[in-house]
């Protein structure tokens, strides 16, 4: 996991590398323009000779960034023009020596397409001239933003940021560290901003690069290191995480399959599932917990219903009816027949398709909850049935709840959404308070576990968001902690590799299928080329993220 930093954080980092290692602050900006100019080489094909370049620079530190990267794209052949909100004389520290080498530069009249270099003038003329530029580079405002931008450079940025927009030939926009405007350590927009198609932050992620809707304005991200000891980013106080496939598949390496490998030795799980109403939903859930690995599935649901999900369920998933009431809904009266299926369990799933609304069903998910063995996983409307929530969980039997925002309002007793506006904080607090493993499922989900930690899941896509994703998800998470059971690995690790495998599951599902098209059953049916992707697939230094702004 690539943990998220602060403003703060992050500038604590930089300072103690250069006074604990000895690496001065010149090094780490030269080394971050270096990683940028190189990024942006490889998405133009291998070369940028010959390609015009206007970069955006403000007074700070990210505005030094800029300039390092103008002069690296310009020895590599890019035709340059550098803006400046400012003067150089204004600049300070490693930015000036930046800027005045760049100024230097542009007033050689000797050099060979020396790069043109304008500081507070000729803004005019620039806007004109929008069209004609290949690639932006924005490395106006850094970290250090935490208002809207404010005179006297807010007319200037909003004028250009405007004009971008309504570039007849867009040029491709990169951002350094984060898109100007943003405040890096929230997730929301604070003022106008610059929509990016690229953003290049350096040695660990800020939470307005990975969490939506400040998130959906970098474009595709790379995380690249500069410098700085990675135990020091370590060291920091931050509890909040971004996965990355280096999770994903160290849990497919401690779950491998082994020669003596059979079904009991690859778990056992049961899902207490469907309804007369909603048998689709024990289908979906039964075979994605069959396909994620598991050795043995049963699908508990209500007997009206067992023909129907027999009929369409795998082969290999076990079905077993039991007692309901008039609503063809499971009962309380089936609690001996389902506590005789679980004891054997590694893993209970309960909730999808249950269909909640009698009294007698809420009574018999309580009452499995309460009465567990192993860990239970609650879904739909098994989350409905313990609503307002007042359980706890342990560390031996825990409880993975896996809600929307719908169902997680309906968990805290209140329909108040302003209540989850700060999401990463509120899952905090319920994990931490109720002693449970929770998944707070969105554009974004959040995994949050009694400890404090909350990882942020960077795989998945709108598509998933059609009927029958979230019982299949159910399925793979209850597959996935049965392998986890039997091979001793940690339940939170495997929640969080679990939504990122189904996450790049349905990534896969959209490239193949499209998003308008993409079923539940696909993104099951690319679980295989998900755990190939993630196992056999070199892992590098940079993470990147899908474009979601589309």
Same mark, same amino acid.
């Given at each position: 996991?690539?943990?998220?930093?602060?403003?703060?954080?992050?500038?604590?980092?930089?300072?103690?590398?250069?006074?604990?290692?000895?690496?001065?602050?010149?090094?780490?900006?030269?080394?971050?323009?270096?990683?940028?100019?190189?990024?942006?080489?490889?998405?133009?094909?291998?070369?940028?000779?010959?390609?015009?370049?206007?970069?955006?620079?403000?007074?700070?530190?990210n505005?030094?960034?800029?300039?390092?990267?103008?002069?690296?794209?310009?020895?590599?052949?890019?035709?340059?023009?550098?803006?400046?909100?400012?003067?150089?004389r204004?600049?300070?520290?490693?930015a000036?020596?930046?800027?005045?080498?760049?100024?230097?530069?542009?007033?050689?009249?000797?050099?060979e397409?020396?790069?043109?270099?304008?500081?507070?003038?000729?803004?005019?003329g620039?806007l004109?001239?929008?069209?004609?530029?290949d690639?932006?580079?924005?490395?106006?405002?850094?970290?250090?933003?935490?208002?809207?931008?404010?005179?006297?450079?807010?007319?200037?940025?909003?004028?250009?940021?405007?004009?971008?927009?309504?570039?007849?030939?867009?040029?491709?926009?990169?951002?350094?560290?984060?898109?100007?405007?943003?405040?890096?350590?929230?997730?929301?927009?604070?003022?106008?901003?610059?929509?990016?198609? !690229?953003?290049?932050?350096f040695?660990?992620? *800020?939470? %307005?690069? +990975?969490?939506?809707?400040? @998130?959906? #304005? $970098?474009? =595709?991200?790379?995380?690249?290191?500069?410098?700085?000891?990675?135990?020091?980013?370590?060291?920091?106080?931050?509890?909040?995480?971004?996965?990355?496939?280096?999770?994903?598949?160290?849990?497919?390496?401690?779950?491998?399959?082994?020669?003596?490998?059979?079904?009991?030795?690859r778990?056992n799980?049961?899902?207490?599932?469907?309804?007369?109403k909603?048998?689709?939903?024990?289908?979906?859930?039964?075979?994605?917990?069959?396909?994620s690995?598991?050795?043995?599935?049963?699908?508990?649901?209500?007997?009206s219903?067992?023909?129907?999900?027999s009929?369409?369920?795998?082969?290999?998933?076990?079905?077993?009816?039991?007692?309901?009431?008039?609503?063809?809904s499971?009962?309380?009266?089936? !609690?001996?027949?389902?506590?005789?299926?679980? *004891?054997? %369990?590694? +893993?209970?799933?309960?909730? @999808?398709? #249950? $269909?909640? =609304?009698?009294?007698?069903?809420?009574?018999?998910?309580?009452y499995?909850?309460?009465?567990?063995?192993?860990?239970?996983?609650?879904?739909?409307?098994?989350?409905?049935?313990?609503?307002?929530?007042?359980l706890?969980?342990?560390?031996?039997?825990?409880?993975?709840?896996?809600?929307?925002?719908?169902?997680?309002l309906?968990?805290?007793?209140?329909?108040?959404?302003?209540?989850?506006?700060?999401?990463?904080?509120?899952?905090?607090?319920f994990?931490?308070?109720?002693?449970?493993i929770l998944?707070?499922?969105?554009e974004?989900?959040?995994?949050?576990?009694?400890?404090?930690?909350?990882?942020?899941?960077?795989?998945?896509n709108?598509?998933?968001?059609?009927?029958?994703?979230?019982?299949?998800?159910?399925?793979?998470?209850?597959?996935?902690? %049965?392998q986890?059971?039997?091979?001793?690995?940690?339940?939170f690790?495997?929640?969080?590799?679990?939504?990122?495998?189904?996450?790049?599951?349905?990534?896969?599902?959209?490239?193949?299928?499209?998003?308008?098209?993409?079923?539940?059953?696909?993104?099951r049916?690319?679980?295989?080329?998900?755990?190939?992707?993630i196992?056999?697939?070199?892992?590098?230094?940079?993470?990147?993220?899908?474009?979601?702004?589309?």
């Amino acid at each position: 996991m690539r943990k998220i930093l602060t403003a703060g954080e992050m500038s604590e980092v930089d300072k103690r590398t250069s006074e604990e290692y000895g690496i001065p602050s010149i090094i780490l900006m030269e080394n971050a323009a270096h990683a940028t100019a190189r990024i942006i080489t490889e998405k133009l094909g291998g070369s940028v000779r010959d390609k015009s370049f206007l970069v955006l620079c403000g007074k700070g530190n990210n505005g030094g960034d800029g300039a390092a990267i103008a002069r690296i794209l310009w020895m590599t052949g890019a035709k340059l023009q550098v803006y400046l909100f400012g003067r150089a004389r204004e600049t300070a520290g490693d930015a000036r020596i930046n800027f005045d080498a760049l100024k230097d530069l542009s007033l050689q009249n000797k050099v060979e397409n020396s790069p043109e270099f304008y500081e507070s003038e000729g803004l005019d003329g620039l806007l004109d001239g929008l069209n004609g530029f290949d690639v932006v580079v924005d490395a106006v405002f850094g970290t250090g933003l935490t208002s809207p931008v404010r005179e006297p450079f807010a007319s200037d940025f909003e004028k250009i940021t405007s004009g971008l927009s309504k570039c007849e030939n867009v040029p491709f926009k990169v951002s350094v560290d984060l898109p100007s405007g943003l405040d890096s350590d929230h997730y929301f927009k604070i003022g106008k901003c610059l929509k990016a198609d !690229l953003t290049v932050t350096f040695s660990a992620p *800020k939470m %307005a690069n +990975v969490f939506p809707p400040a @998130s959906n #304005l $970098n474009g =595709e991200l790379h995380v690249v290191p500069i410098g700085s000891p990675r135990e020091l980013i370590d060291k920091c106080d931050s509890q909040t995480f971004l996965a990355e496939k280096a999770e994903a598949r160290s849990w497919l390496q401690k779950t491998e399959f082994s020669s003596d490998s059979y079904k009991n030795k690859r778990g056992n799980a049961i899902l207490v599932v469907g309804s007369r109403k909603y048998s689709g939903a024990a289908v979906l859930a039964g075979n994605g917990a069959m396909q994620s690995g598991a050795g043995m599935v049963t699908v508990a649901t209500s007997d009206s219903a067992l023909e129907s999900v027999s009929k369409r369920v795998l082969p290999e998933v076990m079905v077993r009816g039991v007692a309901e009431n008039s609503e063809g809904s499971i009962s309380e009266n089936a !609690l001996d027949q389902v506590q005789n299926l679980i *004891k054997k %369990a590694d +893993v209970v799933a309960i909730g @999808s398709g #249950l $269909n909640s =609304e009698r009294e007698t069903t809420r009574k018999f998910v309580r009452y499995v909850v309460e009465k567990r063995t192993s860990p239970v996983i609650i879904d739909a409307d098994g989350l409905s049935s313990l609503s307002p929530f007042d359980l706890e969980g342990s560390d031996s039997m825990p409880l993975i709840l896996t809600p929307h925002e719908g169902e997680f309002l309906r968990l805290l007793g209140t329909t108040d959404k302003e209540s989850i506006e700060d999401r990463v904080g509120v899952v905090r607090t319920f994990a931490q308070k109720y002693k449970v493993i929770l998944a707070l499922k969105g554009e974004r989900t959040l995994i949050a576990e009694p400890g404090g930690k909350v990882v942020i899941n960077p795989t998945g896509n709108s598509g998933l968001g059609k009927a029958g994703n979230g019982d299949n998800l159910t399925g793979i998470i209850t597959g996935f902690i %049965a392998q986890s059971v039997r091979a001793n690995v940690p339940i939170f690790n495997s929640v969080v590799a679990a939504f990122y495998v189904a996450g790049l599951a349905g990534d896969i599902a959209e490239r193949k299928f499209g998003k308008r098209v993409m079923l539940a059953s696909d993104v099951r049916d690319c679980l295989a080329e998900a755990f190939g992707e993630i196992q056999y697939e070199e892992h590098g230094a940079a993470f990147e993220s899908v474009d979601r702004s589309l």
